[in-house]
């Protein structure tokens, strides 16, 4: 497997600007506090210090063309595929194909990353249904090492996607057809469970799983937001954090969402390497179901800290138009990319 960078960089020599070659030359940039001075404004600071500016002085430098990865981070926040939907009897019977292969991707701009993909996308199809439905998944192994799909949620051994376990690694080639019934209701993830396990999930093999309860949630602006991270340069810890896969995707180009409306997100941590990673909005807090598997939720705040593999369902309403920054807790995280904002709209 080719480096993609021409030496091991690690992310705190990153932070530190640390000198390297032109070939690769790190295009995430620190988060700029107090008044520095962007080169384009010619050496003048706005009355306002610069803020409106927006961000473009922070993050990174360029963008990552959604055309070129195949995928938009944008688009996936509010994607959910139901599936291919058929009744047997009097219960709704939902059908997917999920295709394991490999694909280049660019997880920052100029940052291209050899991943292991559910249909050829990295954070992989978010898949949903509602409590009770049949569910059936219809693995495809098109890439050269061995795979699976593992769910969290109740299921029989066989349908576990664990090696050992009823189909165990599928081979390249092989395919089978996972088979069991939607509970309970939460919001749920998948991922490979082959070994090395780290490296299935680090490459990118996972994605989200929603289970809607029998009588539904209250209508919202939903969003699924997975966070991750990408270990670059071979060293087991992560130099690119980010929300559905591109880092600081949401930082120049917000999540637009209407002032007072019900905005739901489906926050999962799948992040390797590093044992905790966290959510923080600005100037508001949110209601927080853990796991999505109560209609009620434990608290009320404006941050939360998950495991990997954790994962709960925030929901708030913002009351005032404006752009509100959300970011992971960790300045690290953050500076690495792992962070955006909201821009409320009238």
Known sequence: MAKLWTHKLSRRK???????????????????????????????????GGAHMGAAHLGAVGSVDP??????????????????VSRAGDRTVREWEIVAERAEIEVAPGVKFAAWTYNRRVPGPTLRAREGDRLRINIINAADHPHTMHFHGIHPAAHDGVPGLGPGNLEPGQSFTYEFDAEPFGFHHYHCHSTPLADHIAKGLYGAFVI??????????????????????????????????????YLNEPIRVKRGELVRIYLLNILEFDPLNSFHIHANFFDY??????LEPTELTDTISLAQGQRGILELRFPFTGRYMFHAHVSEFAELGWMGFFEVVD
């Open 14 to 48: 990153l932070l530190a600007g640390a000198p390297v070659a032109a070939a690769s030359i790190p295009i995430l940039c620190p988060v700029r506090t107090g008044t520095a001075v962007p080169p384009h404004t010619g050496g003048h600071v706005p009355s306002d």
């Open 289 to 294: 179901h853990p796991t999505g598997t109560s």
């Open 212 to 249: 809607d309860p029998k009588q539904g949630r209250p209508e919202a602006d939903e969003l699924v937001m997975v966070m991750n991270g990408f270990d670059t340069n071979f060293d087991r810890s992560n130099e690119v954090y980010a929300v559905n896969t591109v880092a600081f995707a």
């Open 67 to 84: 055309r070129v990865n195949g995928f938009d981070p944008h688009e996936i926040l509010r994607d959910f595929d139901r599936g291919t």
